[in-house]
């Protein structure tokens, strides 16, 4: 078992800045990811890591402005999020899964992710 604990949330206007972390209790795992959910839809990939390799993969409406990145001597995963939009509002979840190596692919897929933190709110004004 994996604890993931998500800080860093809060309320921006739009353009500005925020930086979410995620503190696992172990960061054994070589696959983690950024995950989010906003009222009345489903749960999306925002962002994915291969820590042992730094190989990303961001979903399209975050490339350029998003960045998933990793602190092993902390056991912490950030995600930092630049010029905001409203529709970035959301619930933001940290995840991890078992299953990985480095040669997984990295699909942005909700389902492959087994390990979940309980998220931190993400508010964005116009």
């Known amino acids: 078992q994996v604890q993931l604990v998500e800080s860093g949330g809060g309320s921006v206007q739009a353009g500005g800045s925020l930086r979410l972390s995620c503190v696992a209790s172990?960061?054994?795992?070589?696959?983690m990811g950024w995950f989010r959910q906003a009222p009345g839809k489903e749960r999306e990939a925002v962002a994915e890591i291969l820590i042992a390799t730094g190989r990303r993969r961001y979903d399209d409406s975050v490339q350029d402005r998003f960045t998933i990145s990793p602190d092993k001597d902390k056991n912490t995963l950030y995600l930092q999020m630049n010029s905001l939009k409203p529709e970035d509002t959301a619930m933001y979840f940290c995840a991890a899964r078992s299953s990985c190596s480095i040669y997984s692919l990295l699909l942005l897929r909700v389902g492959d992710y087994n390990y979940w933190g309980q998220g931190t709110q993400v508010t964005v004004s116009s």
């Open positions: 172990r960061m054994i795992y070589t696959c």
